[in-house]
T-cell receptor, first 115, second 117 residues
Framework: DTGVSQDPRHKITKRGQNVTFRCDPI?????LYWYRQTLGQGPEFLTY????????KSRLLSDRFSAERPKGSFSTLEIQRTEQGDSAMYLC?????????????FGSGTRLTVV | AQKITQTQPGMFVQEKEAVTLDCTYD???????LFWYKQPSSGEMIFLIY??????QNATEGRYSLNFQKARKSANLVISASQLGDSAMYFC??????????????FGKGTLLTVNP
């Protein structure tokens, strides 16, 4: 296991459709994070899991967004009734513990385009 | 107020020369960490270097060094001997370790570095 995997890499969807993204963290990492990056901006925090528990959700995560991490392994991020403003790069990251100074390991992201 | 400010939207450097990317930050937390990430066109965020607020010496990692000036709240990234593969977006980020959300990274808007041959 060499890194954080995200699938798909790219997704084009019509407005109003539902989409689901998957993230597979590094196997020994029990902490998982989702970030969103819009064009010309740095990534913004969306949500945090410690094992299977979702411990924080940003106010950026409207009720159309839901994230899960069943069994504390992979995670999914679902967006219902997509809007054009949801177009962004969705980045997943994982870490062993929050005190670690080496930052997180990020995946390559899922780029969502809503048309 | 912006917590992380990167004032250079774009920078150009000649191959083999050094370049400094600016970052200033704003926090009242005495315990924090500063990170630099590289994001090539592929999209992945690659960790480069870390500086803790209590670290006495500036961090270095190979060709990367962090010029940490705590009183000025600046954490500039210096890349020595630039290579063509250094062309990418560079993000400065901060974690504030006190409080409940100490896992959150706050990013700046980034600087696009172009290395010219």
């Amino acid at each position: 296991d060499t890194g954080v995997s995200q699938d798909p890499r790219h997704k084009i969807t019509k407005r109003g459709q539902n989409v689901t993204f998957r993230c597979d963290p590094i196997s020994e990492h029990n902490r998982l994070y989702w970030y969103r990056q819009t064009l010309g901006q740095g990534p913004e925090f969306l949500t945090y899991f410690q094992n299977e528990a979702q411990l924080e959700k940003s106010r950026l995560l409207s009720d159309r967004f839901s994230a899960e991490r069943p069994k504390g392994s992979f995670s999914t991020l679902e967006i219902q009734r997509t809007e054009q403003g949801d177009s962004a790069m969705y980045l997943c990251a994982s870490s062993r513990r929050t005190g670690e100074s080496y930052g997180y390991t990020f995946g390559s992201g899922t780029r969502l385009t809503v048309v | 107020a912006q917590k992380i400010t990167q004032t250079q939207p774009g920078m150009f450097v000649q191959e083999k020369e050094a370049v400094t990317l600016d970052c200033t930050y704003d926090t009242s937390d005495p315990s924090y960490g500063l990170f630099w990430y590289k994001q090539p066109s592929s999209g992945e965020m690659i960790f480069l270097i870390y500086q803790g607020s209590y670290d006495q010496q500036n961090a270095t990692e190979g060709r990367y060094s962090l010029n940490f000036q705590k009183a000025r709240k600046s954490a500039n990234l210096v890349i020595s001997a630039s290579q063509l593969g250094d062309s990418a977006m560079y993000f400065c980020a901060m974690r504030e370790f006190s409080g409940g959300s100490n896992y959150k990274l706050t990013f700046g808007k980034g600087t696009l570095l172009t290395v010219n041959p």
